[in-house]
């Protein structure tokens, strides 16, 4: 396949947004709030997304343009006004950026300590690239790869991306990664994630994975990449230059005897819609790689179990394996895309019982908080109270994992930190500061805050 205009790489960001044909069909009014929007919130789609999955009659509800075209409903109305009123005075850069980083800092920019925690020293020098969170299982974060092909309006990386959170590199990145997980021997996971670490280009790739397939690293049986790369630009598996390089790459994994597992974030079914994505999946499959999938409930874009079923389906007709489904975080325009746990919970189950079992791999709704890996099992009526049945997917103590645990039901909660024990309990079971010293109540922080982070403004 040769490389036409269209398989080559082109993004957009706010500099040259005004470069989308499609755009000229909006209201003047509306191209000045997605300007203002995308002045605080990190904006950057491309060609593919732009041209194959947005369906530009349907704008602005269509799912894949909420999902990568920022929308006025992201930020509050006044502050929404005051950029705007910014750009229609051609306010100077400065003073924008000064009025966008005030809003910036109320949008609970680093949600759950996301960077900060659990990040692994070598002989006492700390590995800022690294996350450590699971005994078996290291995040990795090239430097490389601190970018995606297009961003998600919902993203909840968002703060890196603005620059707000300055995710610091070792100099000897490669080396330091190398050698931490040569001392780990308890880590059999290796977690590729970013940014999009499949914006990176082959050989740089290589140079992590390579080593991790020889001598010393017996370990490490499981390679995975989280990645939204075939979604927003498949072409990278088929016609980018470095393709079958890739593709030589994820065999040689397989050669090794290793697990290479392919984490892909789909959000709506029509990311496999197109010819190029499933080519895409079709040559990464034929490597050995195992493709499973994961995205958020999001408001907007894909809350409609009929939506979530739909793209079950797809993708194991396509060999991608349904894994989780996880609950949006709450961090930055999340009034804008966030859901009620109850409502989400609906979602997944209705989409679950419609599908053959063949896709009820997926476990969700799944809440990556700070103790762990909550999963909502359902609600249920314990002697005339009624709850939601909760339990730990992982936990930052093992012991947690699989034990169901209640909370008050509470049809607005939309995170953890909103629930609360049901049955008159003083607290969760994994909360173990004395009630005393940590007064519970939202307003006050509560006793599960206390050994968590402060996650809401
Ligand atoms: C989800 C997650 C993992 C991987 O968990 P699995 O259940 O094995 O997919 C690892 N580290 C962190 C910090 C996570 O949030």
């Given at each position: ?16 947004m ?23 919130l ?7 997304v732009?041209d ?15 999902l990568?075209?920022p ?13 705007m009123?910014?750009?229609r ?7 924008i950026?000064g ?23 070598l ?44 995710l ?14 040569r ?29 991790l ?27 980018d ?7 030589r ?12 597992a392919?984490?892909?974030h ?9 010819p ?29 179990a ?15 394996i ?11 325009p ?11 919970h609906a ?96 307003s ?14």
């Amino acid at each position: 396949m040769g490389t036409t205009p269209e398989a080559r790489y082109t993004p957009y960001t706010l500099g040259n947004m005004d470069a989308i044909p499609q755009l000229s069909r909006l209201s003047e009014r509306r191209r000045l709030a997605m300007r203002a929007v995308a002045h605080v919130l990190p904006f950057r789609t491309n060609r593919y997304v732009v041209d194959e999955l947005i369906d530009w009659d349907n704008v602005p509800d269509d799912p894949m343009f909420q999902l990568t075209f920022p929308q006025p409903g992201m930020l509050e109305p006044s502050d929404l006004a005051h950029v705007m009123t910014l750009l229609r005075e051609g306010a100077a850069r400065a003073d924008i950026r000064g009025v966008a980083d005030r809003i910036r800092l109320k949008l609970n920019p680093h949600p759950a300590g996301q960077l900060e925690q659990n990040v692994p020293d070598l002989d006492g020098e700390p590995l800022p690239g690294l996350q450590h969170k699971y005994r078996e299982t290291l995040l990795f974060f090239p430097g490389r790869g601190q970018t995606c092909h297009a961003y998600c309006t919902y993203c909840f990386r968002w703060a890196q991306f603005v620059g707000m959170e300055g995710l610091k590199f070792s100099q000897r990145e490669t080396e330091t990664f190398h050698e931490y997980l040569r001392r780990h021997t308890e880590v059999s996971d290796v977690l590729f994630t970013g940014g999009d670490p499949m914006v990176m280009r082959a050989w740089h790739l290589r140079a992590y994975i390579e080593p991790l397939l020889g001598e010393g690293f017996e370990h490490i049986r499981h390679i995975r990449i989280g990645t939204k790369s075939l979604g927003f630009h498949p072409y990278k598996f088929v016609t980018d230059p470095d393709a079958d390089e890739m593709m030589r790459l994820f065999e040689d994994v397989a050669k090794a005897g290793k697990h290479l597992a392919f984490m892909a974030h789909f959000t709506h079914p029509r990311e496999l819609e197109t010819p190029i994505v499933q080519r895409a999946i079709e040559r990464i499959r034929a490597t050995g790689a195992v493709i499973r999938s994961q995205a958020p409930v999001v408001r907007h874009v894909n809350d409609s179990a009929d939506t979530w079923a739909d793209m079950w389906r797809r993708q194991v007709a396509l060999g991608v394996i349904p894994y989780y489904m996880f609950v949006e975080r709450d961090t930055g325009p999340k009034s804008y895309f966030e859901l009620p746990l109850a409502r989400t919970h609906a979602i997944y189950r209705d989409a679950f019982r419609q599908v053959s079992g063949l896709a009820r791999t997926v476990r969700g709704p799944s809440m990556s908080a700070t103790p762990g890996k909550v999963l909502v099992l359902g609600t249920q009526k314990v002697h005339g109270e009624k709850v939601f049945v909760l339990t730990f997917l992982r936990g930052r103590d093992r012991d947690w994992v699989g034990r169901p645990f209640f909370a008050r039901y509470d049809e607005r909660a939309t995170w953890l930190d909103d629930l609360q024990p049901a049955f008159g309990e003083r607290r969760f079971f994994f909360e173990q500061v004395p009630e005393d010293e940590a007064p519970r109540g939202r307003s006050s922080g509560s006793g599960l805050r206390a050994v968590s982070e402060p996650q809401r403004a």
